[in-house]
């Protein structure tokens, strides 16, 4: 795997690949990387020719100096995991090198209001800075298939939204999301979990599934209380958001349109780590 930490290196390799005919993968993550990330690299291999993953922890998405300050950043095993999945490349950059002399969100995107509620209502700014990051990742890698996992479905929405508003030549590949043998999701907050309250956490996907039984038999407000009042019962246990909503564009499912697929979609905070989940029926 080649390890590359310049934009001017990376920018004109893949440009050169693509002309020599190669299908260019790319998988943007902030490492801590699990088997989850390792899933989106497969896939990545088995659609592209090159595979091309970054890791970079932006500063700009995180609205908690405290999130961003604990984050994870196991750099060696990363290498390690990324090498053992056949990963081409490895954009692994400085700040500067994606930003150059900014330091904060400069642009404004036309999100489609995707990004006010769910994880947006709770991290404002958020998604902006995910937008812009995004977009320089593309400029630089020049992909034609960028890996996002469904864990983080409205950031799927979005950067479709995204990619398509700027008419960004790049197909998005929503991958399924890798679970702990518990049915956790996996994700690179969890090793900030006990071991115990890390196997307890199986009930958010527990409580997802439940409420896909109940989907023909109660109202979506019925199971969204339901789903919150279950989970807020387990100690150290905090729902931010439980919600069923058009999959489509993350609005609330009244009854009166056809919805072709429905998302349950939740937000937990469990022992103060903040754990997403979603499952969608088509
Ligand atoms: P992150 O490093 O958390 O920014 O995640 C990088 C990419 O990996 C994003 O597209 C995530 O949605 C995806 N991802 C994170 N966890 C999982 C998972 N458990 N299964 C599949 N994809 C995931």
Redesign the pocket.
């Known amino acids: 795997m080649q390890i590359i930490k310049h934009r001017s290196e990376l920018t004109p390799l893949s440009t050169r690949l693509r002309s020599e005919g190669a299908k260019i993968g790319f ?6 990387l ?1 088997q ?2 390792i ?2 690299v497969e896939q990545s291999k088995n659609r592209t020719n090159i595979t091309i993953a970054s890791i970079f922890v932006n500063p700009t998405q995180f609205n908690d100096q405290k999130d961003l300050d604990k984050y994870p950043k196991p750099i060696e095993q990363d290498i390690a995991m990324l090498e053992a999945a056949g990963c081409d490349i490895l954009y692994l950059p400085q700040a500067d090198d994606i930003y150059g002399p900014i330091t904060e969100v400069t642009d404004t995107f036309d999100l489609g209001g995707l990004d006010l509620g769910l994880e947006g209502a709770s991290r404002p700014g958020h998604f902006a800075g995910v937008a812009q990051v995004v977009k320089f990742l593309l400029e630089i890698t020049r992909p034609d298939i960028l ?6 479905y409205q ?1 799927c929405l979005i950067l479709t939204q995204l990619v398509g508003s700027l008419q960004m030549p790049v197909e998005i590949a929503m ?5 702990e043998p518990n049915g956790l ?4 907050r969890n090793v900030r979990l006990s071991a115990d309250i890390r196997q307890k956490a199986g009930a958010i996907y527990a409580t997802l599934q439940y409420a896909v039984t109940l989907i023909p038999i109660l109202s979506p407000e019925e199971i969204q209380q339901t789903a919150i009042a279950s989970l807020n019962t387990l100690a150290n246990f905090k729902v931010d958001y439980f919600l069923i909503l058009n999959a489509k564009n993350l609005q609330p499912i009244t009854g009166q349109e056809k919805v072709s697929a429905i998302l349950i979609i939740t937000a937990v905070i469990v022992d103060g780590v903040r754990l997403l989940d979603n499952i969608v029926m088509e």
């Open positions: 998988v943007p993550t902030m490492g801590a699990h989850g990330h899933s989106l890996f996002l996992g469904q864990k983080d950031q991958c399924p999301i890798y679970r999701a996996m994700s690179s």
